[in-house]
């Protein structure tokens, strides 16, 4: 009966002690594993950075008229794609781009913005006084998302205001802004300022 009792005990024993080594070992490798989606996820991270900025730096160096995308908010559409897929290292990729005008409220809001409605964020920046703005597209603005397919949310995402080289302006003209100080580095307020061009055609 003592050697019966004794084999019995001895079995639980193994049985408890299998348990627990299939306790830790699973453990172990969910350890593993998390560590290995965590690795994974941030080289995924550091390429869809990189895979920005790249695209980013394409967009600028483009002629700004051509800053549009075929299907964005900017008409006439332009033929840049609002959304591509872009393999790298392994990982697929998408990159999406919104490409809007932007209504700068330094120089007045228009009543409507592009999508025709009243432009709340220009309206609330807006500094005291300023006229209403005839023209609203002061400049774009560039929105990159990437992402990786398959995968809820972006991994990456940059933005970058793009204005042309005479802003609000159809030829070559330009802008100039003139301060005038007195002695003490103090603005002058109402001053009269004269420019003359004896060279003007």
């Not at 002629?63 to 990982?91: C, F, M, S, W």
């Not at 300023?130 to 809820?152: A, C, F, H, M, Q």
Request: proline share 6%; hydrophobic share 40%; with cysteine.
């Amino acid at each position: 009966i003592w050697a019966n009792k004794r084999k019995a005990f001895t079995l639980v024993e193994i049985v408890v002690d299998i348990a627990i080594i299939g306790l830790v070992a699973a453990a172990v490798l969910s350890a593993y594993s998390a560590s290995f989606k965590t690795m994974e996820l941030s080289k995924a991270k550091i390429a869809s950075v990189a895979l920005a900025n790249e695209t980013m730096e394409e967009i600028r160096n483009m002629p700004y008229d051509n800053l549009a995308t075929e299907h964005g908010p900017i008409y006439p559409p332009g033929n840049l794609l609002d959304d591509q897929e872009i393999q790298r290292k392994g990982v697929r990729f998408n990159v999406h781009t919104v490409i809007s005008y932007v209504d700068d409220p330094f120089d007045g809001c228009a009543d409507v913005h592009q999508n025709g409605i009243p432009d709340s964020a220009c309206l609330q920046n807006m500094p005291a006084g300023k006229p209403k703005d005839l023209y609203p597209y002061d400049y774009k603005k560039v929105e990159i998302t990437v992402s990786k397919i398959g995968r809820n949310g972006y991994l990456s995402k940059i933005t970058s205001n793009v204005a042309a080289k005479a802003a609000e302006t159809p030829g070559n003209s330009g802008i100039i802004k003139i301060c005038v100080i007195d002695s003490g580095s103090v603005p002058v307020p109402e001053s009269t300022v004269t420019i003359q061009n004896p060279n003007a055609t």
